[in-house]
């Protein structure tokens, strides 16, 4: 199977790269929030829509596929924001076996 090669330039798109984690509330508790870990370039590729049935409920996701930069720090169940959306990231694999790049499935819930 031959590799398909990536344009470097057509990622254009700038991320900011988010982990979920714990902080001080000062109050002797925690707070759950996005951590903000890095910005990263990527380019957003193919997107589909599934309507999977959470909790008794139809509910619709977008699925999209995201090429990055590879960048030892990206991993699943991180956040990738650009502009009012944000993708959970599902799964990481090496784009074009390089190890140079990383595409990525991320799903972005939208409310209904």
Known sequence: MARQPIDPGRLRTRFALEEWSSVPDGQGGFTDVWAHVAHVWGMVGTSR?????????????IERTIVLRAD?????????????ERL?????????????????TATSEVPQ
Not at 52 to 59: H, I, L, N, Q
Not at 89 to 103: E, K, P
């Open 49 to 61: 829509v599934t309507d999977p049935v959470r909790a008794g409920a139809g509910e619709q996701v």
């Open 88 to 104: 959970i990231i599902q799964t990481l694999q090496d784009a074009d076996m390089s190890g140079r790049y990383l595409r990525c």
């Open 72 to 84: 030892p720090r990206v991993r699943p169940t991180m956040r990738l924001v650009a502009g009012d």
